[in-house]
Structure formats: structure tokens, C-alpha cells
């Protein structure tokens, strides 16, 4: 293969568990999955249309993530995010809707 033709690789197909990871980590990330929020393993089983075992697994590798805590006697619950990421987070918000007006309306200038 030379400099001139790209190298692409094959596609990596996820396991169940990294695919509920994903999932769970977008839902969460999103807001769809609020801060204090209980995640109740049957519930997520049927949002996600998989097992159990591979939804355990991904609820564990959240908490080593710190996006959620097991609570004894309670479950899993998400976490309250840091300072920091609400911030990134209305950072990202802002810019969007300053990108959708921008697309919208060209010719306006932006809010101060």
C-alpha cells in the first residue's frame, strides 16, 4: 500500500455491553437520564432491548466513571455532574443556538 491510498479499517462491531455503555452515557450526557435519577434494571433492559447481564456490566463501568453511584439499599443512581461540565455543557448550548441563528438568519448579527 502506498503514501497515496488511505488505509481504512475494518468496522469494530461493539460487544452488548459496550453498546449499553454508549447508550446509557449519551442518555445520560442528554439529560434524558437526570441527575438523582434511580436506573432500575428491568426498566433499562426494555429501553435498551437487551439482557440484563450486559446492562450490569455497562452500570458498573458508569460508576467507575463516576456518572452514577451505587446506593445500598436504593440502586443505581446518576450523579449530579461536576461544576465544570454544567459549564462545558450551557457552553455548548449556547453556541448551537448562536450557530442555528447564524444558519437561520445570516444577515442578523448575534446576541451580546
Not at 72 to 80: A, D, N, Q, S
Not at 91 to 106: F, G, K, Q
Request: net charge negative; aromatic share 2%.
Amino acid at each position: 500500500m502506498n503514501a497515496a491510498t488511505p488505509h481504512f479499517a475494518p468496522p469494530r462491531h461493539l460487544t452488548k455491553t459496550e453498546l449499553a455503555l454508549e447508550l446509557l452515557r449519551e442518555r445520560i450526557h442528554s439529560g434524558e437520564l437526570a441527575p438523582g435519577q434511580r436506573l432500575e434494571l428491568e426498566e433499562l433492559t426494555q429501553l435498551l432491548g437487551m439482557s440484563a447481564t450486559p446492562i450490569r456490566e455497562a452500570l458498573r463501568l458508569l460508576q467507575a466513571d463516576r456518572l452514577v453511584n451505587y446506593h445500598p439499599h436504593h440502586g443505581v443512581v446518576v450523579t449530579e455532574p461536576p461544576p465544570e461540565v454544567t459549564a462545558a455543557a450551557r457552553t455548548r448550548e449556547h453556541i448551537a443556538s448562536d450557530a442555528e441563528t447564524l444558519v437561520d438568519r445570516p444577515e442578523q448579527p448575534l446576541p451580546a
